[in-house]
């Protein structure tokens, strides 16, 4: 499968947000699994992506993600969405 990865690097990432250095240069990475019908997340930042309530994913840890979860990148006013479209 094929990982996407998020961040503030126009070198090294596919999507590129927020240049605000509160955003790592690649914060997290995400995949789909077909098999599983779930997106696979994994925060590789150093200030956080958090799903709603504040939740904080574990770093370098991977977490199973359904389409359309909303996470936020390091805080609220980074949010990003994972969908099959």
Excluded at 7 to 29: A, F, M, P, Q
Aim: hydrophobic letters at 40%.
């Amino acid at each position: 499968h094929y990982t996407i990865k998020v961040g503030r690097s126009n070198r090294e990432c596919d999507l590129v947000v927020n240049k605000d250095t509160i955003i790592s240069r690649v914060h997290l990475l995400i995949a789909y699994e077909r098999d599983l019908g779930k997106f696979v997340v994994t925060d590789k930042s150093s200030n956080g992506v958090f799903l709603e309530g504040g939740i904080r994913l574990q770093k370098d840890k991977s977490t199973l993600l359904d389409a359309g979860t909303v996470m936020y990148l390091a805080d609220m006013a980074n949010a990003i969405k994972v969908s099959l479209q």
